[in-house]
């Protein structure tokens, strides 16, 4: 990638080192998201900013930290300082800094007073006013120490790993898990080869869930050019590996950030005054080649065309580094004794592939200044399909860069290092500190062959005792976290019982080993090594994922437009069509899993479940637990086509790991009458929407029907009616399938729903229409019984508190829309299964009304619209 000074306007917060840049997707003027930077050092001992200080043998120190909060709207190239509410950190610089959700996670430091506390302090950009909260995580943490890494894995787990603590280099990694209460500290043992103690090391999260960790400085004042993998298994294990290849040059105090596959490492110090030598300045570890590539500056590259003794822009340690919207950028550091208060921006051109057309660099709006001048400076007026940066030609790591060999050591990693001191905790040597004698090459250690772990999950299902509940509006509450999370019992669930008021309440897997080793594989993609997770590239369905995949960010178009054309879907149903054509019909899926009921095109409640229990991508989850949707994802809402396209983008993204089978509405002869029809031909044209319609359900025929979790729970759209009577049944069915074709077996699959409550046995009319049938619960029992399953859940039907038990807890409706059809004031639910097979309901509520200032709140005679007022509306309807 190129990187060019993005030249900011307003509040900029000037010469600093030692400080964090956190990036948070949508947000800001334009919805490009936002950058928050957080303290750091403003001066250095003996001088002031952007004054020359010789470095000594101790390396260069710093003064002057600061706690202030700096943000930078990213679409509008705009900085402003805020004053958050609420308890501040102390001053602090070399801390550590995470995203979490719409939080900014700040952890350790060291200030004028030395070590910082290790509290977490987490700063919430919900509510109108951001909001600084201390959180003391009780019990044995990470504690005081500065120097290390805070990053963010699978959009759950807070990992801190080593730095220093005042006394010595650390090697120890901690885990928080943000999703179990009360929050507590994990000390990790993990598998495979442990990386060396380190500080001043750098690491990053790819979007699946798996972290690296690159560089840093040894116990010996030593600088690293290792690269290690970490993940965490399904059966909660943690694993370590090492990276193929050796990185083209050691170095610490640099920055590390992932763009899709592509892990991109930049600046950093070699210890005795020395920076990194300009040919290794900028390097990249493309994660599904298995190679490095150096940016080589006589080929377009950041500084391409300098002249000999120039420094280009990237050289400098002790900066920061986020990622937005695929656009780097990079703030401040320390160069030749000197801080720097530059922003640069660099692009990784592959990943702007179907970028927002307009867009500069993918993030930047052309209208304003900074963005026109950053333009400029990469090479002038460039037609929209050319502005990826970079002049080189393309390779796995991106453009204007060389590839090293996967044994080829660049000899910047060998060469000698100055002297320096790990510094005190008062006064810690922070800048380029030096390291006597040779540098170490960072190369890892051959991880042996590992064999395989047996992990059996539980075969009795149980459902979960609480639902976890969040209520609709902001987060206004101290709680860190969680917002407005709530554990309630089942029984509050005043509806959710009504049907069961009559009645009383083994699979192997593969090591996922190191290259190299002999652990088996799976289907599903867990017995691949962790560094061999490939991630897919380019497409339509990239696309989607980037323009749709927003969830606290995503706002639905003013002019009803949709962001592909006719063709373009087309493309994205002949990917997934391929992918649905290999599937059987009944899924075999693994514990855990989500299970997502009814959505009918409210795509905000899909965005909303994502946003508060985890998404399937951009720093999700998806390495940890699967997806199913159990169908009717078109019709009735107003963004069917924003439903469906994301989710079958999702299935091409993760073709193991997301799982869709059919409803009732993926059917031409229903949706062509309840609403998706016409969406198709109001936003895409009367010809391209006509063809449209037909080819998505084309798609449809092709849908699983059903799908078996861990051999012990079933799960359809409808039900079991009265002619499914074993699995078999089902698994028969040839594909692709219409209604018509499909008889009374899909009729009952897709269509049926359970009696009234458990007092009505055997099978009864189905007010839904003639041939339709409702089952008891005897039905239930006796299929479960006959197939040697524990539970069925199914979804079909609109149930108030999105989730409904049957047949004495053996069935389970789901649905996930809320309010539906605007009118049902219902809650949306999904159901957690986790391996032990233990089925936890969370609820979200419907969000209020959208009423306009002045008008009056429905139901509310003069009344202005209030929150709590709908709120406490609903909640006498429905428990919440």
């Known amino acids: 990638p190129a990187f060019h000074d993005l030249p900011g306007e307003g509040e900029k917060p000037g010469p600093r080192c030692g400080h964090t840049l956190t990036a948070l997707e949508g947000g800001g003027e334009h919805g490009q998201g936002k950058l928050l930077l957080f303290g750091g050092a403003t001066a250095l001992e003996g001088g002031p900013a952007g004054t020359p200080t010789p470095a000594a043998g101790g390396g260069v120190r710093l003064a002057g930290a600061t706690s202030d909060v700096h943000v930078f709207d990213v679409g509008a190239g705009t900085w402003r300082r805020m004053q958050p509410a609420g308890e501040p950190p102390s001053p602090r610089a070399a801390h550590a800094a995470a995203a979490v959700g719409n939080m900014v996670v700040v952890q350790g430091g060291i200030g004028p007073a030395g070590l910082a506390a290790g509290d977490l302090h987490v700063l919430d950009l919900s ?88 560089g840093g400085r040894d116990t010996s004042s030593q600088p690293l050019a290792d690269t290690y993998g970490l993940a965490r298994h399904r059966d909660g294990r943690w694993e370590w590996a090492p990276a193929p290849g050796t990185a083209p040059s050691a170095r610490y105090q640099h920055t590390a950030s992932f763009v899709d596959c592509r892990l991109h490492v930049v600046g950093g110090a070699l210890g005795g005054g020395r920076l990194v030598d300009r040919e290794a300045e900028t390097a990249t570890l493309c994660t599904n080649a298995g190679t490095w590539s150096v940016q080589n500056g006589d080929e377009g590259g950041a500084d391409g065309g300098r002249q000999e003794g120039t420094t280009s822009a990237t050289a400098r340690c002790r900066h920061a580094m986020a990622v937005c919207g695929g656009c780097m950028f990079i703030y401040g550091g320390l160069r030749g004794g000197v801080l720097l208060d530059d922003l640069l921006a660099g692009s990784d051109g592959k990943a702007h592939e ?20 950053w333009q400029l400076a990469r090479g002038g007026e460039l037609p929209p399909e ?56 960072g190369r890892p250690p051959t991880h042996p062959s590992g064999g395989s772990y047996a992990s059996t999950p539980a075969t009795e299902v149980r459902l979960h005792n609480r639902a976890v509940v969040v209520a609709a509006g902001g987060s206004e509450s101290g709680e860190a976290f969680g917002g407005l999370v709530r554990q309630l019992s089942i029984d509050q669930f005043e509806n959710e019982a009504r049907r069961v008021s009559m009645g009383t309440p083994d699979a192997a897997r593969g090591l996922l080993a190191s290259p190299g080793s002999s652990g088996a594989t799976s289907t599903s993609g867990a017995g691949t090594p962790i560094l061999m997770r490939n991630k897919s590239m380019g497409g339509v369905h990239k696309q ?166 861990e051999g012990k729970i079933l799960c359809m759209h409808g039900g079991i009616g009265r002619c499914v009577a074993k699995i078999e049944q089902i698994e028969a069915v040839v594909r692709p399938v219409t209604m018509e074709g499909g008889g009374q077996l899909l009729m009952d699959l897709l269509w049926s729903d359970p009696t009234d409550n458990d007092g009505i046995e055997g099978l009864q009319p189905n007010a839904r229409g003639p041939g339709l049938v409702t089952f008891g619960p005897d039905r239930v029992r006796e299929f479960c019984n006959n197939n040697n399953l524990s539970m069925l859940v199914r ?86």
């Open 386 to 441: 050319q502005m990826d940066i970079g002049g080189g030609p393309g390779g796995e790591g991106g453009p204007g860069l060389r590839r090293v060999g996967v044994r080829e050591s660049l000899s910047s990693a060998q060469q000698q290092a100055g002297s320096g001191g790990e510094g005190s905790p008062s006064t810690p040597s922070e800048g380029n500190a030096g390291a006597a004698g040779k540098a170490s090459n």
């Open 354 to 373: 179907g970028a927002q057309e307009g867009l500069i660099g993918g993030v930047g709006n052309p209208t304003t200044p900074c963005w026109r001048a």
């Open 127 to 214: 509510p109108a006013t951001p909001r600084w909260h201390r959180v003391v995580v009780q019990g044995p943490g990470p504690g005081a120490r500065y120097a290390h890494v805070l990053a963010l894995l699978g959009q759950r787990f807070l990992i801190v790993i080593g730095g220093n603590d005042g006394r010595n280099t650390l090697d120890d990694i901690w885990a928080l898990d943000t999703a179990t209460k009360p929050y507590a500290w994990l000390r990790v043992q993990a598998d495979g080869p442990v990386p060396a103690a380190r500080m001043y090391a750098a690491a990053a999260a790819r979007s699946d869930g798996l972290l690296l960790l690159c």
């Open 795 to 880: 979804a079909h039907e609109c149930v108030m508190d999105g989730f409904e038990r049957f047949a004495q807890g053996h069935l389970i409706t789901v649905f996930s829309a809320t309010n539906y059809c605007g009118t049902a004031n219902n809650a949306g639910a999904i159901l957690v299964v986790g391996r032990d097979l233990l089925v936890v309901p969370k609820l979200i509520h419907p969000l209020p009304p959208q009423v306009k200032p002045g008008q009056e709140s429905p139901g509310d005679e003069g009344g202005m619209y209030d929150d709590a007022m709908w709120m406490s509306r609903i909640n006498e309807e429905r428990p919440p």
């Open 544 to 709: 989607v994922l980037q323009h749709l995949l927003k969830p606290r960010g995503w706002e639905p178009p003013a002019d009803r437009s949709f962001i592909l054309r006719p063709d373009e879907i087309n493309e994205l149903c002949n990917k997934v069509e391929v992918l649905f054509q290999a599937e059987k019909s009944v899924l075999q899926v693994r514990a855990p899993v989500k299970i997502f009921g009814d959505l009918h095109g409210q795509f905000v409640d899909l965005m909303r479940l994502f946003a508060e229990y985890g998404s399937p991508s951009t720093a999700g989850d998806i390495n940890y637990i699967d997806y199913l949707f159990l169908g009717d994802y078109v019709d009735r809402g107003n963004h069917s086509l924003e439903t469906l396209c994301l989710l079958l983008a999702l299935k091409i993204e993760h073709p193991n790991n997301v799982h869709l089978i059919r409803g009732n509405h993926e059917a031409s002869d229903i949706n062509a009458l309840f609403g998706f029809r016409t969406e198709c031909i109001e936003r895409l044209g009367e010809g391209g929407g006509i063809f449209v319609w037909q080819r998505l359900n084309q798609v449809f025929n092709w849908l699983p029907l059903a799908a078996n979790v």
